[in-house]
């Protein structure tokens, strides 16, 4: 195996990460460069009547006025019924959040841009704030933008048939559920650095991306530029989470003010600017009922979900993504035949909703799981096996689901077998019992979910999104002395793709990732790629460099072949060298033939060369399915609402695991944020729009002592459709926790009669709950 598939080996990366070596934006030194600080709206509604700037500053300053080649951002969506929404990279006539960018202001430092920025003096007349999407929907509600005739964004129904389950139901549930508002924060935040290169006639954009390619095509669109003279390249990106997949508005202020000034000019999200204009993502109101038999069966599930979206569509996945993805996953790993589901997108007074780790499967994931409880309660039987019979059996496989998800390999129902014995779950319900006596609440939760990776261009463009490709292309050559090099236009921003993609090349040259480069997030040296999210960076930047490097090894074999005097298919490869029964070349000896000493080689010689750029696509179009069951043993102090972790279990399965080392990190990473969505995290409004959450004292982020020691297990069901049999994993862990560890704290609160419905679970909320619960 070497350093190839399957190896446990440390990230390439973590030598300069860890060592400060790192280059993020903000590392960066140019001459002459400019910093940039923002005006941004202080009100989350109004019209925005003048911008007054000092009469010395009116060369640093720029507004709306200025930019007025820019084109407005208006991501467009094919699906029925969508509404564009148009945002001025700084605000034109209309401020919709608490933090909209008005103007741009450049100085040599950020202090001083920033004492610029509080000369500049902003008259808006104050509109209505819509601070709510359940306000926000009512047909008299004020317009969000004017061109609307409601504050839909998008409704989608699926209207499936529920006659069997409303006849035979013996058991009908009932509830609303509640997710928070959050932000990401990756460590990182956002920044972009842009200067003109006059020589290359190009736009050089450094910008803290997941997306350099996809940022690249944004900003010529929008700057009306072409794609000839923009380069997007990504830096070191200190994590993204869904947050730097899209085309922020800064992103084009910034380069228009660098090409314009004709100097370097960089703007840097503080961690206020993220908490307050980054506040986008996981708001999700749902409204379920379901139907199920006296053992638990579910027989139907009749849903309205509404995701608050925010004032605007994000560029290039839209407003409707969020929605489209609820409304098709909330059925979930679960053989479901009746179902139907509306979902409303609704515009409000914040900034617009990104995807982010999971993108409306913690949601959905959150709402199903608590309703599988639920039903478990209602039937009197345990919840695990409830779940367990409600999931699609392995025997099923593949399975079509019925909003047509196609279900491509894997054993749902073992995965809760194997969490339910790793929890120890019948030695748990005597421990529980016991500590009821003594007036002490454990609970148990889990949370079961399918995530859908890799999808195919076919399944965003279900979701209006044309431009999304469900392929990818990668290079892979020897260098002169005979090096192996890897390119991609994919990114690697934590999730240790740029090892991962090493290790898939090392498979098949036998050369150890030590000695494999990794070149990425350069548009200018790499093949197009639309670039890391939707956990599709494994399956298909690692399934192009697969190919690639598949035939990068039949082209070593013949110049092999010519240094070894033998036939090309009598040449095998191991350790870096080419090899014939005794004798041997190295890939050194063969590159410099290639390259330096032609005349080596036979005058028929295979022109080809040694770089190879292929490009792949899975053998299905719909996206390979990863599986997870999370497990959560809690304990909840009645007095103080705290929720301390006794246990916490996931067993999971991704198919073909790359590097279970950096698979653990993401499922620890990704289970701590959830965990932060399930107890923590929680952006808020006051009633006229102003944010209550603008520090990391009130915004509350998971530390190591809120955390379990988690406990993780794999089985490997490769994909019978992709390369290596690999699916994508990126964003799972973050699906489960909320569900699991809601079901944990219900579970713990049954004898007081408490049934939490709403994420975060703080401790005020659990508080007065039980109060609620107690009061006679
Ligand atoms: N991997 C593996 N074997 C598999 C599948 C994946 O070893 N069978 C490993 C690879 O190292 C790969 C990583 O897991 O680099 C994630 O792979 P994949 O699921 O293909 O996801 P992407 O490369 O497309 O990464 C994006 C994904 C998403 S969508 C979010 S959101 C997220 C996530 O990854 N953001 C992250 N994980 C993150 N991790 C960190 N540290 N930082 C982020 O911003
Ligand atoms: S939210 Mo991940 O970048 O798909």
């Not at 319900?429 to 500590?435: G, V």
């Not at 972790?645 to 950096?662: A, K, Q, S």
């Not at 653990?664 to 932060?676: N, P, S």
Request: charged fraction near 25%; proline fraction near 6%; hydrophobic fraction near 40%.
């Amino acid at each position: 195996m070497g350093t190839g598939i399957g190896a446990r080996v440390a990230r390439k990366e973590d030598a300069r990460l860890l060592s400060g070596q790192a280059k993020f934006v903000r590392d960066l030194k140019f001459p002459r460069l400019l910093e940039a600080a923002y005006v941004r709206s202080p009100l989350a509604h109004g019209r925005l009547k003048s911008v007054t700037i000092p009469e010395k500053y009116k060369d640093r300053v720029f507004t709306a006025s200025n930019l007025s080649d820019v084109l407005p951002i208006r991501p467009e969506s094919t699906l029925p019924g969508y509404k564009a929404s148009q945002q001025y990279p700084l605000v034109k006539d209309k401020v919709r959040f608490v933090g909209e960018c008005i103007a741009i202001c450049v100085a040599p430092t950020r202090a001083e841009a920033e004492d610029i920025a509080e000369q500049v003096i902003v008259d808006i007349d104050p509109l209505p704030p819509l601070v709510n999407a359940s306000d926000a929907k009512t047909r008299d509600a004020p317009r969000l933008h004017d061109d609307w005739d409601d504050n839909l964004f998008l409704t989608t129904a699926f209207d499936g048939d529920l006659e069997f389950a409303e006849k035979n139901a013996t058991v009908v549930i009932e509830r609303e559920y509640n997710t928070a508002r959050q932000c990401m924060n990756p460590m990182e935040g956002k920044g972009t650095l842009s200067y003109w290169d006059d020589k290359a006639g190009q736009l050089v954009v450094y910008t803290s991306t997941q997306v350099p390619h996809l940022i690249r095509t944004g900003i010529a669109q929008y700057l009306q530029m072409d794609q000839g003279q923009v380069r997007v390249i990504a830096p070191d990106v200190g994590g993204g989470f869904g947050y730097k997949c899209v085309l922020q508005p800064e992103e084009l202020s910034v380069s228009w003010v660098a090409r314009k000034l004709k100097r370097p000019v960089r703007w840097v999200e503080d961690r206020r600017e993220h908490l307050v204009a980054g506040a986008n993502t996981r708001q999700h109101h749902y409204k379920l009922k379901a139907y199920a038999d006296d053992r638990g069966k579910l027989l139907g599930i009749d849903a309205e979900i509404t995701v608050d979206i925010g004032a605007y569509s994000v560029w290039p996945f839209t407003a409707c993504l969020e929605a489209a993805q609820a409304g098709g996953n909330l059925p979930g790993p679960y053989a479901l035949e009746g179902y139907r589901c509306k979902t409303y997108s609704v515009a409000t007074n914040k900034p617009g909703f990104t995807p982010y780790r999971g993108v409306a499967r913690p949601g959905v994931c959150f709402a199903m799981e608590l309703t599988i409880d639920a039903i478990a309660r209602a039937v009197g039987r345990e919840p695990a096996d409830v779940r367990r019979e409600n999931l699609v059996p392995g025997s099923a496989m593949p399975y079509t689901n019925v909003t047509g998800k196609f279900y491509d390999s894997g054993d749902y129902q073992h995965s809760v077998t194997e969490a339910a014995r790793a929890i120890g779950l019948e030695d748990f319900r005597k421990r529980q019992k016991e500590a009821r006596t003594q007036g002490r609440f454990l609970g148990l939760g889990f949370g079961t979910f399918t995530e859908q990776s890799a999808h195919g261009t076919k399944v965003f463009a279900a979701w209006g999104l044309p431009l999304v490709p469900g392929y990818e292309q990668a290079m892979v050559k020897l260098t002169p002395s005979g090096s192996v090099e890897v390119r991609s236009g994919n990114h690697s921003f934590g999730q240790g793709l740029e090892t991962t993609i090493a290790q898939v090349a090392s498979e098949w040259l036998t050369v150890d990732i030590d000695k494999i480069n990794v070149l990425m997030g350069d548009t200018g040296m790499t093949p197009y790629s639309t670039g890391a999210y939707a956990s599709r960076g494994m399956v298909m930047a690692g399934g192009a460099v697969s190919k690639a490097a598949e035939e990068l090894v039949k082209r070593i074999k013949i110049h092999a072949s010519h240094l070894l005097q033998c036939d090309a298919k009598d040449v095998a490869l191991k350790d870096g060298k080419a090899l014939s029964g005794a004798a041997s070349v190295d890939f050194a000896d063969i590159a410099r033939a290639w390259y330096l000493r032609p005349d080596q080689l036979d005058e028929d010689v295979d022109t080809a060369g040694l770089e190879v750029t292929q490009g792949y696509k899975p053998d299905i179009d719909t996206g390979v399915f990863t599986y997870a069951t999370h497990a959560a043993i809690v304990e909840v102090d009645p007095e103080t609402g705290k929720v301390s972790f006794e246990d916490y279990y996931v067993f999971e399965d991704c198919g073909r695991r790359v590097n279970p080392l950096i698979l653990e990190g993401q499922t620890y990473g990704g289970a701590a944020q959830g965990i932060g969505t399930a107890l923590f995290e929680e952006v808020l409004y006051d009633p006229s729009g102003q944010p209550l959450t603008s520090t990391l004292a009130d915004y509350i982020l998971p530390g190591p002592a809120e955390l379990p020691h988690f406990r993780l297990e794999h089985s490997e069901t490769p994909s019978p459709y992709t390369r290596h049999g690999i699916k994508g994993v990126g964003e799972g862990a973050a699906i489960a926790p909320g569900g699991a560890v809601l079901n944990a704290i219900n579970d713990a609160l049954e004898p007081l009669g408490v049934e939490l419905n709403e994420l975060p679970a703080t401790p005020h909320k659990i508080l007065s709950a039980i109060m609620d619960a107690d009061r006679p």
